[in-house]
C-alpha cells in the first residue's frame, strides 16, 4: 500500500485517517487520504457517469458492499484491529538483524504473493470483486493468518480491488468484471507477526492492446526499481528509475501515493517516492520497504469517491499498478513477495 507526496512538503497516504504523521516529512498513509486535502477532488457533481470512456467502457460506479468477513478467534491479528485506532507511520526503519525476523518476513511475503497469484485466477468476465475478497480472505486464515487490510482505519474489506481507472483503494463490491477490464489485487497478509504487501494488475478476458501495454510497462518500471536497490543506495533512485520509464512510454506516474516501510508494522519510514525528486535517504542492509508504482494513460491527479478510500483518475483514464516488499541484502535487494 502507499503514500503520497504534494507540491508541498506533505505526503498522503491511505490506511492513516484524517491526520498528520510525522515522519522524514510530514505525511498521511496510503490507505486513507486527508479530506482537507486540495489535492483531490470529492465531489462527482458534473460528471456522467454513463460516459463511454474509448468508445468501449463507463465510468466506474460503486456497487453494493457486503458485510465485513469474520475472522476466527484464533488468528492473531495486528495492534490495530483490537485498539480500534488508526495507526500513524512509524518512525523509523524496518531493519531485520536477526534470522528469524528475515525468515518470518520471507514467510509473509510468499503467502502475500500466493494469494495474490491465487486472486488473479479468479479474474473473469461476470466475477463479483467481492467474490474476490471472499476467495481471498479464506486462503489467508486458512493460513493462520490475518489480512491485514480488514479494519485498518474503518477498511471494510480483505484486500484492495481497483479496476480500470481506479488508481488504489478500490473496495470490493457487488460489480461484475466485464470482458476487457483491468484490475489491480492488492494483498497484505500478517503472519506471526510480520506484514508481507504485494499487489499485480490482472487481465480481464479480452483486453486491448492500449491496456496491455499500461500493464506491461508500469511492471517493468516496479522491476528496473527494484534492481537499482541495494545497501548504500539513495532512495531517489528509485523515483528517477520510474519516472525516466514511464516518460520514455509517455506514461504518467501518480505522485499522491508512495511506497513505505514494512515489517511488524504495516506501515514505517521510508517513504517511497515513485516520481523524480531529492529527498535524502540511503538504504540500509536487512531492511524491508515497498515499491508500488501507479501509472497512468492520461491525468495522474487523483479523485476521491464519496467513501473516502476510492481512488480514481479524473478523466477516467486507466491506471495500472504493480507492488513487491523487498529485503535489502549485501548483493542488492531480494523479492519477498515471489511465489
Same mark, same amino acid.
Given at each position: 500500500?502507499?503514500?503520497?507526496?504534494?507540491?508541498?512538503?506533505?505526503?498522503?497516504?491511505?490506511?492513516?485517517?484524517?491526520?498528520?504523521?510525522?515522519?522524514?516529512?510530514?505525511?498521511?498513509?496510503?490507505?486513507?487520504?486527508?479530506?482537507?486535502?486540495?489535492?483531490?477532488? =470529492?465531489?462527482?457533481?458534473?460528471?456522467?457517469?454513463?460516459?463511454?470512456?474509448?468508445g468501449k467502457r463507463k465510468r466506474l460506479k460503486p456497487g453494493n458492499v457486503s458485510p465485513r468477513r469474520p475472522v476466527p478467534a484464533h488468528i492473531t491479528k495486528p495492534p490495530y484491529v483490537e485498539s480500534f485506532t488508526v495507526p500513524g507511520i512509524s518512525s523509523g526503519l524496518q531493519i531485520h538483524d536477526d534470522k528469524k525476523?528475515?525468515?518470518?518476513?520471507?514467510?509473509?511475503?510468499?503467502?502475500?504473493?500466493?494469494?495474490?497469484? =491465487?486472486?488473479?485466477?479468479?479474474?473473469?468476465?461476470?466475477?463479483?470483486?467481492?467474490?474476490?475478497?471472499?476467495?481471498?480472505?479464506?486462503?489467508?486464515?486458512?493460513?493462520?493468518? =490475518?489480512?491485514?487490510?480488514?479494519?485498518?482505519?474503518?477498511?471494510?474489506?480483505?484486500?484492495?480491488?481497483?479496476?480500470?481507472?481506479?488508481?488504489?483503494?478500490?473496495?470490493?463490491?457487488?460489480?461484475?468484471?466485464?470482458?476487457?477490464?483491468?484490475?489491480?489485487?492488492?494483498?497484505?497478509?500478517?503472519?506471526?507477526? =510480520?506484514?508481507?504487501?504485494?499487489?499485480?494488475?490482472?487481465?480481464?478476458?479480452?483486453?486491448?492492446?492500449?491496456?496491455?501495454?499500461?500493464?506491461?510497462?508500469?511492471?517493468?518500471?516496479?522491476?528496473?526499481?527494484?534492481?537499482?536497490?541495494?545497501?548504500?543506495?539513495?532512495?531517489?533512485?528509485?523515483?528517477?528509475?520510474?519516472?525516466?520509464?514511464?516518460?520514455?512510454?509517455?506514461?504518467?506516474?501518480?505522485?499522491?501515493?508512495?511506497?513505505?516501510?514494512?515489517?511488524?508494522?504495516?506501515?514505517?519510514?521510508?517513504?517511497?517516492?515513485?516520481?523524480?525528486?531529492?529527498?535524502?535517504?540511503?538504504?540500509?542492509?536487512?531492511?524491508?520497504?515497498?515499491?508500488?508504482?501507479?501509472?497512468?494513460?492520461?491525468?495522474?491527479?487523483?479523485?476521491?469517491?464519496?467513501?473516502?478510500?476510492?481512488?480514481?483518475?479524473?478523466?477516467?483514464?486507466?491506471?495500472?499498478?504493480?507492488?513487491?516488499?523487498?529485503?535489502?541484502?549485501?548483493?542488492?535487494?531480494?523479492?519477498?513477495?515471489?511465489?
Amino acid at each position: 500500500m502507499a503514500t503520497a507526496k504534494t507540491l508541498q512538503p506533505i505526503m498522503f497516504s491511505s490506511f492513516l485517517g484524517h491526520k498528520s504523521i510525522q515522519s522524514t516529512q510530514p505525511l498521511l498513509h496510503r490507505f486513507r487520504i486527508d479530506l482537507g486535502s486540495s489535492l483531490f477532488s =470529492y465531489s462527482e457533481e458534473g460528471i456522467n457517469e454513463d460516459e463511454v470512456i474509448d468508445g468501449k467502457r463507463k465510468r466506474l460506479k460503486p456497487g453494493n458492499v457486503s458485510p465485513r468477513r469474520p475472522v476466527p478467534a484464533h488468528i492473531t491479528k495486528p495492534p490495530y484491529v483490537e485498539s480500534f485506532t488508526v495507526p500513524g507511520i512509524s518512525s523509523g526503519l524496518q531493519i531485520h538483524d536477526d534470522k528469524k525476523g528475515i525468515e518470518s518476513m520471507r514467510a509473509s511475503g510468499r503467502l502475500a504473493a500466493r494469494v495474490r497469484e =491465487y486472486a488473479g485466477t479468479l479474474v473473469k468476465p461476470g466475477v463479483t470483486t467481492d467474490e474476490i475478497d471472499e476467495a481471498v480472505h479464506n486462503m489467508i486464515i486458512e493460513n493462520g493468518a =490475518y489480512p491485514s487490510p480488514l479494519g485498518y482505519g474503518g477498511f471494510p474489506k480483505s484486500v484492495c480491488t481497483s479496476v480500470n481507472e481506479c488508481i488504489c483503494h478500490g473496495i470490493p463490491d457487488s460489480r461484475p468484471l466485464e470482458d476487457g477490464d483491468i484490475i489491480n489485487i492488492d494483498v497484505t497478509v500478517y503472519l506471526n507477526g =510480520y506484514h508481507g504487501d504485494t499487489s499485480a494488475t490482472f487481465f480481464c478476458g479480452d483486453v486491448d492492446e492500449k491496456a496491455k501495454k499500461l500493464v506491461q510497462v508500469t511492471k517493468e518500471s516496479l522491476d528496473k526499481a527494484i534492481s537499482i536497490c541495494g545497501p548504500g543506495v539513495d532512495y531517489k533512485k528509485i523515483g528517477k528509475t520510474i519516472h525516466d520509464h514511464a516518460d520514455k512510454h509517455k506514461y504518467g506516474v501518480v505522485r499522491q501515493f508512495v511506497g513505505h516501510g514494512i515489517g511488524r508494522v504495516f506501515h514505517a519510514d521510508p517513504v517511497v517516492l515513485h516520481f523524480r525528486n531529492n529527498e535524502a535517504g540511503r538504504m540500509v542492509l536487512n531492511q524491508t520497504f515497498t515499491i508500488e508504482p501507479m501509472l497512468t494513460i492520461g491525468s495522474i491527479k487523483p479523485v476521491m469517491w464519496d467513501d473516502n478510500w476510492t481512488v480514481v483518475t479524473e478523466d477516467a483514464s486507466l491506471s495500472a499498478q504493480f507492488e513487491h516488499t523487498i529485503l535489502i541484502t549485501k548483493d542488492g535487494a531480494e523479492i519477498l513477495t515471489n511465489c
